[in-house]
């Protein structure tokens, strides 16, 4: 799954995994740190809540990306359930990606659903799905976006391209959403109307990452471009693949940036509508998804060889942007 744009984007979302049953086949010597790594097998009993938890954090130090698990806006008490949740979308994620796992994606997704549901019912055993069990009595977190996003890690697994612009959103539905409502969650928000302008940022950051990684997602042989569009632009997967763009494939990604940007605007609202520290980590988010594809427009749309970033000073302005901020 594409990796969510901004400074400090939540995984597909605000920013922004162990060993499994017995009869799983052992995995081959894995990188320090990796989902593989986590899931090499020979726990025989369930961890303690604090090695659960330290676990996570070594994943999250290990690979945050662009996920707030390191954001020292968050407060000190949601910081393991933030790890927990990031572990839990890690390691599913490389699940789908992850070459290791040719061949076994979808039965390991199914493993990682068995044990997230052991996790709701109070009988978690897996690291990960202690932690997890924990974050979920502590903040009374919802089962439904959990399967969201291993239903958007299933369909990574078995399809690397996208028809069309619905289908795309149905996707960043499932990829993005549910991370932002989860997060809000944490902050005891959960009602209906924050939560659908958290989606339109979660969206909106998905898609501008979606574009910003565009011609590295191609050459990995996946295409979040919808096809409908690439057909109508005269443009085809070689092209996007291509090391250097062309004229068409540099329209079409100024043509996906624009489409993009409304969805930031939609949601705009839910940054002036959250506790404390929330509100300035999603004003920093908000900023930097919106920032990313702008930085698009400004070269024209060529990914291929000006791929779109935060910079050290690009950070400051955001930082300086999140507290001048407009109501």
Do not use: K
């Not at 927990?84 to 493993?111: I, N, S, T």
């Not at 009988?123 to 969201?148: K, N, S």
């Not at 979660?202 to 569009?229: M, S, V």
Request: glycine share 8%; aromatic share 8%; proline share 8%.
């Amino acid at each position: 799954m594409a990796r969510p744009a901004g400074p400090a984007a939540v995984p597909g979302c605000y920013d922004a995994p162990l060993s499994m049953r017995p009869e799983s086949r052992p995995m081959p010597p894995p990188s320090a740190g990796s989902a593989a790594a986590v899931l090499a097998p020979g726990t025989a009993s369930a961890p303690t809540p604090a090695e659960a938890e330290a676990l996570c954090e070594g994943v999250a130090t290990r690979h945050y990306e662009n996920f707030p698990v390191g954001s020292w806006l968050l407060p000190r008490a949601v910081r393991p359930a933030v790890r927990a949740v990031y572990a839990f979308a890690r390691a599913a994620d490389d699940f789908a990606d992850e070459p290791v796992f040719e061949g076994r994606r979808l039965a390991l997704l199914e493993e990682w659903e068995r044990s997230l549901h052991a996790a709701f019912d109070g009988e978690a055993r897996h690291p990960v799905f202690v932690a997890l069990a924990g974050a979920i009595r502590r903040h009374r977190l919802p089962r439904q976006p959990f399967l969201d996003l291993l239903a958007a890690f299933r369909r990574d697994a078995v399809t690397p391209r996208t028809p069309d612009w619905a289908s795309l959103l149905d996707y960043c539905r499932l990829s993005a959403d549910p991370i932002g409502r989860l997060v809000l969650h944490l902050f005891g928000v959960d009602d209906e109307a924050r939560l659908r302008l958290s989606d339109r940022i979660c969206t909106g950051l998905q898609l501008a990452n979606h574009w910003q990684d565009l011609a590295i997602d191609a050459r990995r042989g996946r295409f979040y471009a919808p096809a409908e569009l690439m057909r109508r632009s005269g443009v085809d997967e070689a092209a996007l693949a291509a090391d250097e763009g062309s004229d068409a494939g540099r329209a079409l990604v100024r043509d996906l940036a624009t489409r993009s940007l409304p969805f930031f605007d939609e949601g705009r609202a839910l940054c002036d509508q959250v506790p404390g520290r929330l509100s300035y980590e999603l004003r920093l988010t908000w900023l930097g998804g919106r920032r990313i594809l702008e930085r698009i427009g400004a070269v024209g749309g060529d990914v291929w060889r000006h791929r779109p970033r935060i910079g050290p000073a690009g950070a400051v302005h955001l930082a300086m942007g999140a507290v001048l901020w407009r109501r």
